[in-house]
């Protein structure tokens, strides 16, 4: 069982870079896989960025390659998503999520557990 809680949205220009984290709660985080989703108004929620229980396995959708990077660091139960050259279509409200270590993917169906999301703005 775990808990997610994000954090590191805002209103940030086009190029800018964001930083968000999300804080696991529970003394199995290393058990689980996560990932982190986003949701524009209007559209469905969409995968975004994977991550192994090691940390050493990670796979992003083809649109945020270069520009997206997913972490984590089990020692003190946090995942990341460095978002760096912003674009305003990256707006969206941004949630992490965590599946067991027997399901990996893309599919928001083997995410068992998910936070509430934090806000991305990005201005042109």
């Known amino acids: 069982q775990v808990h997610l809680v994000e954090a590191g949205g805002g209103l940030v220009q086009a190029g800018g870079s964001l930083r968000l984290s999300c804080a696991a709660s529970g003394r199995t985080f290393s058990n689980y896989n996560m990932g982190w989703f986003r949701q524009a108004p209007g559209k469905e929620r969409e995968f975004v960025a994977a991550?192994?229980?090691?940390?050493?396995?990670?796979f992003y959708v083809d649109s945020v390659k270069g520009r997206f990077t997913i972490s984590r660091d089990n020692a003190k139960n946090m995942v990341y998503l460095q978002i760096d050259s912003l674009k305003p279509e990256d707006t969206a409200r941004y949630y992490c999520?965590?599946?067991?270590?027997?399901?990996?993917?893309?599919?928001?169906?083997?995410?068992?557990?998910w936070g509430q999301g934090t806000q991305v703005t990005v201005s042109s």
């Open positions: 991550i192994g229980w090691s940390g050493s396995t990670t």
């Open positions: 999520a965590a599946s067991p270590l027997t399901r990996f993917g893309v599919t928001e169906d083997i995410y068992g557990y």
